[in-house]
């Protein structure tokens, strides 16, 4: 069965940096596109960034300039490297799987708090 696994979050200072991780388990090749979202308390959830397996990627307005999303396809991986961390990047942040239907990992807190 096809899952996701996250990495990383925590709690960090404005202007900090985090990294996420996911990793696919229970496939050896990965097709589908991956991405990032986040979901702060109270709203929608939102797409961060998304990498296709051929290498190309998409960025939220919000974070672009600050974040920068890779893909290593040897490891079936999506890491999200978070620069300039603001207080409105403070969310849940979720790894998907763009399969159909997506497959969504468990989440991980992000909180940028002085």
């Known amino acids: 069965q096809v899952s996701l696994l996250e990495f990383g979050g925590g709690a960090v200072q404005p202007g900090g940096s985090l990294s996420l991780s996911c990793e696919i388990r229970?496939?050896?090749?990965?097709?589908?596109?991956m991405a990032w979202y986040r979901q702060a308390p109270g709203k929608q959830r939102q797409l961060v960034a998304s990498?296709?397996?051929?290498?190309?990627?998409n960025y939220a307005d919000s974070v672009k300039g600050r974040f920068a999303v890779s893909r290593d396809n040897s490891q079936n991986r999506l890491t999200l490297q978070m620069n300039g961390l603001k207080p409105d990047d403070t969310a849940v942040y979720y790894c998907?799987?763009?399969?159909?239907?997506?497959?969504w990992g468990q989440g991980t807190q992000v909180t940028v708090s002085s």
């Open positions: 990498a296709e397996r051929r290498g190309t990627t």
């Open positions: 229970g496939v050896v090749y990965a097709p589908w596109a």
């Open positions: 998907q799987l763009g399969t159909s239907p997506p497959i």
